[in-house]
């Protein structure tokens, strides 16, 4: 059957009767008195979501659907007859939208779930409702009301649990034909699937899930290149991704690094919503001997991304179980461990590299604790943990210059106060000769001086 996703429909209900005006006459019974009825209401455009539907195809073809209008009322006390409402069946998933305005009115994703879209008009009411002591003749009738009328637009989002990414000929539908009873046609060229499909799951334990296997992206989808993105809607209500990556793809510019961030980029130009569910990775056709060549490179690179690689060859079956596991405990747990691993954590290496580089400079420091400099020395097993190692040299070389005039300020300090009230100019070459005077203090502490960032808080606790 032809898979249709998306359709504009024109929906009218039914216009409401009109109520009757007329009065009673008989033999011998004069004045009988008013006997108009009311008419029926006019019937209601109603949305039923059908599990049974798997497309809108039906709406393709018939654009317009108007509900009957109830019957007016008539003499002799007779309402007139209320019409059915027309009920319109959709596939379970499909989002109903103002055509105009585009907004979202409803999302029909439980199965039997009814919305009315257009209200049917009410009867209007016959004459014999107006009848008073007074108004004993009421020669008027109220009309029935309008049925409403909208324009919308149908779009169906398939509800699967799981969703199956990847380029064309990834191996997507190898996939799902392996895990479900889905049988969508397999075969080696581009663009083989045309429209989603469903497959049924059975996990073990009698628990089982949707998966949906769609046409493959490609890069640039998202301007229309290949069948172009509109297929990621059908993942949109996924609560797991599995990205399948040809590790067996031939052609420029195709390295599964390279297929791996084109793919997401385009799922993060369509939705960043989409982009940021869970995803499982799998490096698919390792059963080919390029693959497994391609295997290493392309798992060290996510690793040090934080992300596992699954390898799977969809033809043997081979890793397909750790992979199903991996996908039914996010989806059923909600748990997404399996999907990270340890980064190889490069600070760990920078910090190393400090620890190296203050090695030396912790014994320079040590004659400098004698004179007086020394809390910075016990800190150093506080400088090894420095995550921001790249920082400690800055430091260090920030350091020596805000502490080796330090020194010469004590040396000061006497001078000032026999000075006191000398100009500033003569304080400048004091403090340059002090400064002179202590550099080869300042050299000593220099060292210590490195210590810097540890000697604060140091400080702070003696
Ligand atoms: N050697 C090998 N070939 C595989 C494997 N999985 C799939 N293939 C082959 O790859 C080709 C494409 O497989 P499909 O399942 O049609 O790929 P697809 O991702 O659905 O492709 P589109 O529908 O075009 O997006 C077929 O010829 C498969 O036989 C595998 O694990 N190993
Ligand atoms: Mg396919």
């Not at 011998?28 to 009311?38: S, T």
């Not at 991704?241 to 690094?257: Q, T, Y």
């Not at 090894?384 to 805000?402: E, G, I």
């Amino acid at each position: 059957m032809k898979f249709v996703d998306e359709v504009r429909i024109f929906v009218k209900a039914g216009d409401g009767g009109n109520g009757a005006v007329s009065f009673r006459r008989e033999k011998f019974i004069e004045r009988g008195g008013p006997n108009g009825g009311d008419g029926g209401d006019g019937g209601s455009v109603i949305f039923v979501a059908d599990p049974q539907l798997t497309t809108l195809l039906d709406y393709r073809y018939q654009q317009h659907h108007r509900a009957k209008g109830g019957e007016h009322g008539m003499g002799s006390d007779c309402n007139g007859r209320a019409a059915e409402d027309m009920v319109l069946k959709v596939p379970v998933g499909t989002l109903v939208k103002n055509a105009n305005t585009d907004e979202l009115l409803v999302d029909l994703s439980e199965s039997g779930q009814r919305w009315v879209a257009a209200k049917g008009g009410r009867g209007g009411l016959g004459n014999m409702n107006f009848a008073t002591s007074t108004r004993q003749t009421p020669r008027f009738a109220q009309d029935g009301t309008k049925g409403e009328e909208v324009t919308l637009r149908l779009e169906l989002k398939l509800l699967a649990d799981v969703g199956l990414l990847g380029f064309p000929n990834a191996g997507k539908s190898t996939f799902i034909s392996r895990v479900s009873r889905a049988r969508p046609k397999v075969a080696d060229y581009p663009f083989t699937t045309l429209v989603p499909n469903l497959g049924m799951v059975q996990y073990k334990d009698g628990l089982s899930f949707v998966m949906a296997d769609i046409p493959g992206i490609i890069e640039g989808a998202s301007e229309g290149v290949g069948l172009g993105h509109q297929f990621l809607r059908h993942v949109e209500r996924c609560k797991v991704l599995i990205h399948l990556i040809d590790m067996g793809a031939e052609g420029e510019d195709r390295s599964p690094l390279h297929d791996f961030d084109v793919l997401n980029t385009e799922l993060a130009k369509y939705s960043e919503q989409l982009a940021g569910k869970p995803q499982v990775v799998a490096a698919n056709k390792l059963d080919l001997p390029d693959a497994q060549a391609r295997l290493a490179p392309f798992t060290e690179a996510l690793r040090e991304r934080g992300i596992r690689v699954y390898p799977v060859s969809c033809a043997t079956g081979e890793g397909m179980q750790a992979l199903m596991d991996s996908v039914a405990e996010v989806l059923f747990t909600g748990r997404t461990e399996k999907l990270h691993v340890e980064k190889p954590a490069p600070v760990r290496k920078a910090a190393a590299k400090t620890a190296a580089r203050e090695a030396p400079a912790r014994k320079a420091a040590a004659p400098a604790r004698k004179t007086g400099k020394a809390p910075a020395a016990k800190k150093a097993p506080a400088a090894k943990k420095a995550p921001a190692a790249k920082k400690a040299p800055a430091r260090k070389a920030a350091a020596p210059a805000r502490k080796a005039p330090g020194p010469a300020r004590t040396v000061k300090a006497p001078a000032r106060k026999a000075a006191a009230k000398k100009v500033a100019a003569r304080k400048a070459p004091a403090k340059r000769g002090a400064m002179a005077k202590q550099r080869p203090a300042a050299k000593q502490t220099r060292a210590a001086a490195k210590k810097a960032p540890a000697r604060k808080p140091g400080g702070r606790r003696s």
